[in-house]
């Protein structure tokens, strides 16, 4: 026996998850920059620390062009004993997030060797810059070449925020998707996460299957 076609909001619809991993010195706002995310979020949730790594997660989720998002965003600790941990999370996360400092004069030689560590340019990455100089123009613009050096170089999109409101009302969130789905949009061919380590499910849900 036939059965009847599917009514049109019974249909599946593409929903997708994906890791990103925010990295930088002590003090830089990587936690400022996740609780930005998390404003955006439709449905937050929180994860306690690690007992085994001590890295700090959040789940966020939002919509992006008709698809249903689930971001984890994985605070790596500024110590220098995790700094190994920059080569998994290059080699596994959709998109890693370094953050500096604008009024941190280490900032570049900081961001220099968790890049090192690293080793390669991950699919994706963001490079955040917050905080603002009350030394004039000249010196910011003395600060931000360098950094806007490394971003070139390693093709990561600079962003820049020189308050907490302006971070607050930058839609972070779409931001993230934007850079890592691009081109995606509902009803898009699987195929087309080939690369881009996103994982995929259907329905409202998220599956935790294998990456693609």
Not at 9 to 28: I, N, P, T, Y
Not at 44 to 69: E, F, H, I, N, R
Request: hydrophobic fraction near 45%; aromatic fraction near 6%.
């Amino acid at each position: 026996m036939m059965l009847p076609p599917a009514r049109n909001d019974e249909k599946s619809h593409l929903a997708v998850s994906f890791q990103v991993a925010v990295a930088g010195s002590r003090a830089a706002g990587k936690s400022t920059l996740i609780r930005a995310a998390l404003k955006d979020s439709a449905d937050p949730t929180l994860m306690l620390q690690g007992d085994a790594d001590g890295l700090q997660m959040q789940k966020v989720a939002c919509s992006y062009s008709g698809l249903g998002v689930s971001v984890d965003f994985v605070e790596l600790p500024a110590e220098a004993r995790y700094m190994p941990l920059l080569f998994q999370f290059g080699a596994t996360a959709a998109c890693i997030a370094f953050v500096v400092n604008v009024q941190d004069p280490t900032g570049p030689a900081d961001l220099a060797a968790r890049l090192s560590a690293i080793g390669s340019p991950p699919p994706c990455g963001l490079l955040v810059v917050r905080g603002a100089l009350n030394s004039g123009a000249g010196e910011e613009r003395k600060r931000l070449e360098p950094l806007r050096e490394i971003a070139s170089r390693w093709g990561f999109r600079l962003l820049r925020f020189e308050s907490l409101e302006q971070l607050e009302r930058s839609a972070l969130l779409q931001q993230v998707c934007s850079e890592v789905l691009h081109d995606l949009a509902e009803g898009a061919d699987p195929i087309h996460l080939l690369g881009r380590r996103v994982a995929k499910g259907v329905g409202t849900g998220t599956f935790r299957g294998g990456d693609v």
